[in-house]
């Protein structure tokens, strides 16, 4: 499975690992949906992409050091959204979902 629908990622949730043909970030936001900031922060310090920078942005501005996550927004071509995390990690996703 190369390509997930949000109800299929949702699913993976109740593994004890990700999938293992999920690319780094999504394995990053994975982790992140686990409560796993530390294994999310890295993997996505791996990926050196605008959407790697995006989720490297929400990451921080979840632990809530804005100064950091302004930084990576800004690296991403992004501004730091006024939206909630929860909108923020599905727009995220939706760039790799069908």
């Known amino acids: 499975m190369s390509r997930y629908t949000l109800e299929d990622f949702r699913e993976t949730l109740s593994s004890t690992e990700p999938p293992e043909e999920m690319n780094n970030l999504l394995q990053a936001l994975w982790f992140d949906a686990k409560g ?31 100064e950091n996550a302004a930084r990576w927004y800004e ?16 727009s995220i996703i939706g760039e790799f979902l069908d």
């Open 75 to 90: 690296k991403a071509g992004k501004t730091m959204p006024k939206n909630s995390l929860e909108e923020e990690w599905l």
């Open 36 to 66: 796993d900031w530390e294994t999310a922060h890295e993997l996505v310090q791996l990926v050196y992409t605008n959407i790697g920078a995006w989720v490297h942005a929400y990451l921080h501005r979840k632990k809530g050091d804005m």
